[in-house]
Nanobody
């Protein structure tokens, strides 16, 4: 069974930093690319950062490029998201998931389930 547990969220002031973690179980972590998504209230989840299974290649949404860093530790089955220079518009629930390329070459989630997410609130 695929399980993902996100942690590390919290409340910070604008300009602050947070480090999110995603603990994966099920024995397949190192075989899959991974992504961090965020969801604003009432909106669909959006992919903000992705990393290949080896960790050698990463991609970011324009809105977070230069401020967020995705990384992974395959030995620990853990995904990370270092978030710096946080802005109020980064306020959202953040989720991790296994991802794969679809027929159009875009990333999509590999499995249908999600973890509980972790809330990030940026406010003065």
């Amino acid at each position: 069974q695929v399980q993902l547990v996100e942690s590390g969220g919290g409340s910070v002031q604008p300009g602050g930093s947070l480090r999110l973690s995603c603990a994966a179980s099920g024995g397949i972590f190192s075989f899959y690319a991974m992504g961090w998504y965020r969801q604003y209230a009432g909106k669909q989840r959006e992919l903000v950062a992705s990393i290949t299974n080896s960790g050698r290649s990463t991609n970011y949404a324009d809105s977070v490029k230069g401020r967020f860093t995705i990384s992974r530790d395959n030995a620990k089955n853990t995904l990370y998201l270092e978030m710096n220079s946080l802005k109020p518009e980064d306020t959202a629930v953040y989720y991790c998931n296994y991802i794969r390329r679809n027929i159009n070459g875009n990333y999509e989630i590999a499995f249908g389930s999600w973890g509980q997410g972790t809330q990030v609130t940026v406010s003065s």
